[in-house]
């Protein structure tokens, strides 16, 4: 079969029986015309004379021609789904792609707020004083002091609250619960938030809802942190999530467990948490270049020796 063809069958397939998205299967598509187009430079036209080499020289000229590790995986992945609905259909006998390593993604750290910046959540003034104001105020103040997610929050429920223990019970990922502790303070936040919720008689369990009293939704919470955050930050991105970042990060610098920290994010493995060691280091170094009178010094020379 020749290698157009094989390629339009599949995208028929993909669209018209798996039902994908028109992104997704553009994405597919992009990927194994930049194949076919490397393999019509090899006179290589027909599936059957596709061989691994063929593949690895086209992931080589993709990461050449400077293409990220990402977009390189992705297009891998595309090529890895075709040849294994070519294998499953009989075009092919072999499995081209066993060999084939896609490059590793390079690691981003975490974003997160600076603790002057987080600081103004608890000025006087930042929100209205009403319902919503009070809300939103309390939706950011849990965000940041318990590092929940953003669907996590906005899934808690009343009963979830245990203000006399100072513990919220939270549902996580793979449906795992968690205890979260907060301080009296936040406590008592919670409490007149209740007091205020109630007189709206929501007709819903949980915790956070909108002035007609029903649950909000995660995206909900995606817009209040971006409604009230924007203006108070300088880092690259503002989510809640940045929130939970912060958390972390926060905790870490100030002496905390990294074992206590992957419990209260609710990480199932270490490995996940490991990466705010990397942030701390990075703070380490940063605070370390601009406060020590040595480092400050050679970072002066260093400046005016590039002049």
């Known amino acids: 079969m020749k290698i157009a063809q094989a390629i339009t069958l599949f995208e028929m397939h993909v669209s018209s029986e798996l039902r994908r998205a028109k992104g997704t299967v553009d994405n597919y598509s992009r990927a194994l015309d930049s194949l076919m187009q ?3 430079q090899l006179d290589v036209e027909d599936v059957g ?14 990461t050449d021609s400077g293409l990220a590790p990402n977009t390189v995986r992705q297009r891998l992945s595309a090529v ?3 040849c294994r609905w070519m294998r499953q259909n009989g075009h092919i006998d072999s499995d081209l792609m066993a060999k084939v390593t896609p490059p590793k993604a390079p690691k981003r750290l975490p974003v997160f707020f600076k603790p002057e910046e987080t600081e103004h959540l608890y000025d006087a003034g930042l929100f209205a004083d009403d319902f919503t104001g009070r809300r939103d105020r309390l939706m950011l103040r849990m ?10 929050l906005a899934s808690l429920k009343t009963a979830d609250v245990r203000l006399g223990a100072l513990q919220i019970k939270v549902l996580g990922k793979r449906n795992k619960h968690r205890l979260v502790p907060i301080e009296p303070e936040l406590a008592a936040e919670i409490g007149r938030y209740l007091d205020l919720r109630d007189t709206l008689n929501p007709p819903e369990p949980y915790l956070f809802v909108n002035k007609k009293g029903f649950r909000i ?7 209040v942190v971006k409604k009230h955050m924007t203006a108070l930050t300088t880092a690259d991105r503002v989510s809640p999530h940045v929130f939970r970042h912060s958390f972390a990060t926060h905790i870490l610098n100030e002496g905390g467990q990294l074992l206590a920290i992957k419990e209260l994010l609710g990480h199932s493995s270490l490995n996940a948490t490991e990466v705010y060691t ?9 605070v370390y270049n ?3 009178p040595r480092a400050a010094k050679q970072q002066a020379n260093n400046k005016h020796s590039l002049k």
């Open 49 to 62: 004379q596709i061989s691994r080499q063929d593949i690895r020289g086209w992931q080589m000229a993709l």
């Open 217 to 223: 939704s995660p995206d909900t919470v995606e817009y």
């Open 143 to 152: 965000l940041y002091e318990t590092g929940l997610r953003r669907a996590e």
């Open 290 to 292: 601009h406060a020590h």
């Open 80 to 82: 890895r789904h075709w």
């Open 278 to 286: 990397h942030v701390t280091r990075s703070h380490i170094q940063e």
């Open 38 to 40: 490397y393999l019509e």
